[in-house]
């Protein structure tokens, strides 16, 4: 790969087909470094950058929740909202078969399979949010609006 070349993944051809204004981040990923890591790297605070967990509640069907990078879900206000009795996150082998995506890469654009999602809602107040772009190391920055146009997200606030 080029220097300086962005990779064409699912979710970045989502966002260019989408007429997306956003701007490309790549990074040094960190195994197991999470938001704090990429947040560090590129030097933005954690609170702007968007994990985006895949999900599965009480009877396996599973879903995406975005939240921001220095807040946790609560899985049982994540229960309340669905209607579930519960919800936990997938294992990486599931999570991947439903997105396409390698878990510490995963997009909520361009998945695999179309599954609902969910955003805490605060996240559509800030001025502008980083998203995993669909590989380990690359995130995009980008207007919450026009997540919301893309994505139509079901708002939930289910963080602390």
């Known amino acids: 790969m080029a220097k300086n070349k962005i990779p064409m993944t699912p979710a970045i051809r989502m966002l260019k087909e989408n007429g997306v204004d956003f701007i490309s981040c790549p990074y040094k990923y960190e195994e197991r470094g999470g938001t704090k890591a990429a947040s560090r790297e590129l030097g933005i605070d954690e609170h702007v950058t968007i994990k985006t967990i895949v999900m599965e509640d009480d009877v396996k069907n599973p879903f995406i929740i975005l939240m921001h990078g220095d807040k946790e879900i609560s ?83 289910v963080g602390y």
């Open 75 to 157: 899985t049982k206000n994540m229960a309340r909202a669905l209607g579930s009795k519960t919800v936990a996150p997938c294992n990486p082998q599931t999570a991947q078969k439903h997105t396409g995506y390698l878990v510490g890469g995963t997009s909520p654009f361009g998945t695999k399979r179309r599954l609902p999602i969910y955003a805490e809602e605060s996240i559509i107040s800030l001025p502008k949010i980083y998203i995993n772009a669909g590989r380990k190391g690359l995130l995009v920055e980008m207007s919450p609006e026009d997540l919301v146009k893309i994505l139509n997200p079901t708002l939930v606030s």
